[in-house]
């Protein structure tokens, strides 16, 4: 009885650690979707988006497009070098490197008329690495050491998700020990 307490135990923590990577979808314009009107600016203020999460954008087959462009051809609403277009329906876009990715709809006029999306992607987040101990910096007298500006006591999410890792790692030794 207690080996299979502890192996659901150790099933759930390792569920644990797998749902914090999860990616966030976006859909584009919310229930306006990919349409002419719509405010992109706006709408993609206030929101940080991060490699690994989605854009959705929801409209008519046929109806509109969506490009991928250059922050050139973005300017200019020209989708003559595209990086990828669609007009399924749904077009579903990985964001999947960090920087600024442009998107227009290329059908006359739309673009012009604001139907234009640039969205700023940050880098995901990397496992944190232990901290090196705290150096006197040059321009302090001996027996003093710079302070660090990490807040006492606290951990990073990365620092977290290893404890966890390390955490499953030795209960699922202690599991497998069991049997």
Not at 38 to 45: E, G, H, L, Q
Not at 105 to 134: E, Q, R
Request: proline residues 4%; hydrophobic residues 30%.
């Amino acid at each position: 009885m207690a080996c299979q307490s502890s192996l659901a135990l150790g099933l759930l923590l390792l569920v644990s650690c797998v749902s914090w990577s999860s990616a966030t979808d976006y859909t584009v314009g919310d229930s306006s979707g990919w349409a002419t009107g719509v405010d992109y600016t706006t709408w993609a203020s206030g929101k940080t988006f991060n490699t690994g999460d989605t854009l959705t954008f929801n409209y008519g087959s046929g109806t509109h497009t969506v490009d991928e462009v250059s922050s050139s051809d973005y300017s200019s609403c020209s989708s003559s070098n595209a990086v990828s277009s669609d007009s399924s329906g749904t077009t579903t876009i990985t964001l999947k490197k960090a920087g600024t990715h442009y998107f227009i709809c290329s059908i006359s006029g739309h673009c012009s008329n604001g139907m234009k999306l640039s969205v700023t992607v940050a880098a995901a987040a990397s496992p944190s690495t232990p901290s090196s101990p705290t150096t006197p910096s040059p321009s302090t007298s001996p027996g003093t050491t710079t302070p660090s500006t990490t807040p006492s006591g606290s951990m990073s999410i990365g620092s977290v998700r290893d404890l966890a890792v390390i955490g499953l790692g030795g209960l699922m030794g202690f599991v497998l020990g069991v049997f």
